[in-house]
C-alpha cells in the first residue's frame, strides 16, 4: 500500500494521509469495559490516530461536543454512508444540545468473513478518497480495519481514548476543559439487530448504547419503532434520524453493478469509481479478502457482533 500518492485513472495524483500504512501485523487486544489506558490497546505499526479535521474548539459553551463514528464493510464506500453524516449534522443542530467537533468512517477488519469484502487496504483507499473529496470534517481511521476483529464496544473505547485522554478532548472558547463525546451513527439494520434476543450481549448493548449513544438513520423499507420499544431502557440515548429523500443505495447493489458491467457513476465519490476501476476491483462473485477467517462468537460481543451491521450493505 503506497504511503504517498495514488494515481486515480486519468486524473492527477491524489494524496492519501500519511496516516495510512501496511496491513502486515495482527493485533490480540481484548478488553472489559473499564476505563482506558494506552496499555489497553495494540496499536499496528507505524499507526497514528487520524485528528487533522478534528475541531478541538467548542464554538457553543451550552453544548456537549459529540464525535460520530460509523463502523461498516465500506466496500465500497457510497454516498449513502457519507450522507448519513450530514443527516445527522441536520438531526444535531435542529434537534439537540450537541455540537459536532469531527466524524470516523472505521472500515471493519479483514477478519470479519463476509460476502464482497475487500482487503482492508483497498477499503481503507476508498474510504479516504471518498472522505477527502466529498468533505471537510470526515476522517477514516485505519486503527480497526488493520488488526485482529475487534467488537464495536472496544471501537468506540479507542476512539474515546485517543480523542480525550490522548489529544485531551476539546476546550470552550473561554479555555474550559470539555471531554468529546464519543456517538455510534448507523442505519436503521443495527437497530434491528441489537433488539434480537441473543445476538448482542447486554454487556456490550449498555456499554454501547448507554455509555455513548447512538444516531440511527432509517433505510428505506425498514421499521424501527418495535425494535427501540425492545431498548427502551437506552432510548435516552437512541437518536433516531428519517431520511427526508429516500436513498436505498447500497454496496451490495453496487457490486451487483460491477459484475454486470453497468455504471456506478454519481453512485459513488467520483475518485472511488476512478479506483474501483483502475483496479479491477468486484469483478467477480465473492470477491473478498485472502486468508479471511470466520469469526468464532466473542464473549461480550454479539454472535459476529454484528460489525457490518451499523452500515451493512
Known amino acids: 500500500m503506497s504511503h504517498g500518492h495514488a494515481m ?3 486524473h ?111 477499503r481503507v483507499n476508498m ?27 472496544v471501537v468506540l473505547d479507542h476512539f474515546d481514548y485517543h480523542i480525550n485522554t490522548v489529544l485531551g478532548g476539546a476546550q470552550t472558547e473561554d479555555g ?19 433488539s434480537e434476543p441473543g445476538v448482542w450481549s447486554y454487556a456490550d448493548l449498555d456499554h454501547i448504547l448507554g455509555r455513548y449513544g447512538t444516531f440511527i438513520v432509517e433505510r428505506a423499507g425498514s421499521g424501527m419503532d418495535q425494535a427501540t420499544d425492545t431498548l427502551a431502557r437506552w432510548q435516552h440515548n437512541i437518536h433516531l434520524i428519517s431520511q427526508l429523500i429516500q436513498n436505498d443505495v447500497s454496496s451490495t447493489k453496487v ?9 456506478v457513476r454519481y453512485l459513488l465519490p467520483s475518485h472511488v469509481v476512478d479506483y474501483i476501476e483502475q483496479n479491477g476491483l468486484y469483478l467477480e462473485e465473492g470477491a473478498s479478502s485472502p486468508n479471511v477467517l470466520e469469526k468464532e462468537p466473542v464473549a461480550g460481543g454479539s454472535k459476529k457482533d454484528s460489525h457490518a451491521s451499523p452500515l451493512r450493505s
Not at 130 to 150: C, H, I, K, N, R
Open 8 to 10: 486515480i485513472g486519468s
Open 12 to 122: 492527477a495524483p491524489i494524496s492519501l494521509p500519511s496516516h495510512i500504512f501496511p496491513r502486515s501485523f495482527s493485533s490480540t487486544t481484548t478488553m472489559a469495559a473499564v476505563a482506558r489506558s494506552a496499555g489497553d490497546f495494540t496499536n499496528p505499526p507505524n499507526y497514528e490516530f487520524p485528528h487533522h479535521r478534528l475541531n478541538p474548539i467548542l464554538r457553543d459553551s451550552e453544548k456537549t461536543p459529540i464525535v460520530l463514528v460509523a463502523c461498516g464493510s465500506f466496500s465500497p464506500v457510497t454516498y449513502l454512508h457519507l450522507r448519513m453524516f450530514e443527516m445527522a449534522k441536520d438531526y444535531v443542530r435542529q434537534n439537540t444540545d450537541f455540537e459536532i467537533l469531527g466524524g470516523y468512517l472505521s472500515p471493519v477488519s479483514d477478519m470479519y468473513k463476509k460476502p464482497g469484502l475487500l482487503s482492508a487496504e483497498h
Open 127 to 153: 474510504c479516504t478518497l471518498g472522505a477527502e473529496d466529498t468533505s471537510s470534517w470526515l476522517m477514516v481511521d485505519p486503527w480497526e480495519a488493520f488488526q485482529d476483529y475487534q467488537r464495536t464496544a
Open 176 to 194: 474550559e476543559h470539555r471531554n468529546i463525546r464519543i456517538m455510534l451513527l448507523a442505519g436503521s439494520d443495527l437497530i434491528s439487530t441489537m
Open 255 to 263: 457490486r451487483l453493478f460491477i459484475r454486470r458491467g453497468l455504471s
